[in-house]
């Protein structure tokens, strides 16, 4: 089967490399060049968890998990580095629900163990989880072994090709996976994707002591925020879907409001990180109304994005999906 993939971030890479194994012919076409800061994949990390409240997401992480140990065995490259993560919310049962029943390890540990070991403020909660199969995915090295495994299994990587109308492309399947740019690339094939991209920033700071630092998740403020670990530098910390709608096509600039609301979380949360920003960057989220996936088949175009903000921990998994959706083609 000859297959077009449009776009190559990770989802892209992954579906790529995983048809490309199965004996298909591959050609991925990036408009820009692999590891550009335009779209959703670029950076150093990015938080990897199997903690969801929901099981069907939990059970997908485990799926992935298996993936990438099988992708660093493969590529000879560390792609997680796993210090564990904290969960912070109100009502911790539906997720604790969900890890017991899907077998995950965890614990449940009061305000004053997670300061005491971490430095994390939760004075106003009970407790917290912490999950130490968890941490983060190395975003570079993910990308380079994706790309290197597609292309070894004989996948062609077309840098700088820019993709105007689906109907163009040769092949017996085109799989798209183009982030921010995939709803008005698919409405050229008369596919309507409900999902909006938005530009979102994240800010870097330095840690006060080299320790520790699993990534966290808080969800006890009206609004979700987010760390974990940036090599070299110390912390990369968010603003969970504070982004505004945006045209990827657009240069963007970080929210200052959004660098001064972290850097506020910080000085409240972090104990152990000091809350002067270092700098600050922005990607795109492209976001499902429910913060689903969409993986979809429609005759020979396969739907790879959007991924709601969330996506990268699954790419491994996602990456089979989309060459099993391509398969039933």
Known sequence: ???????????GLAAARSLARRGHEVVVH?????????????GASRIFRLSYPER?????AQRSYGLW?????ES?????ELEGLVDAERDPEPRLAALRER????????AAEARERFGFAYDDVERVVFTPDAGISLAENTLHAFADGARAAGAEIREGTRIERLEDLEGDVVIVTAGGWAPQLLATAGIELEAQPTRETVAYFALWEETPLPSVIDSVEPDEFFALRAPGVGAKVGWHHSGRPTDPEEDGEPDPVVVE?????????L???????LSAETCIYTNTADLRFACELHGRIVVGSACSGHGFKFAPAVGEQLADLAERR
């Open 271 to 277: 104990t152990r990180v000091d809350p002067t920003p």
């Open 69 to 73: 140990r099988e992708l660093e065995a």
């Open 261 to 269: 609301a972290v850097s506020n979380w910080v000085a409240r949360r």
């Open 103 to 110: 077998g995950v390890v965890h614990e449940e540990l009061t």
């Open 30 to 42: 990036e408009q820009f060049e692999l590891g550009h800061t335009r779209g959703s994949s670029h």
């Open 56 to 60: 069907e997401w939990v059970e997908l």
């Open 76 to 80: 000879g490259r560390t792609l997680l």
């Open 1 to 11: 089967m000859r297959v077009a993939v449009v776009g190559a971030g990770v989802m």
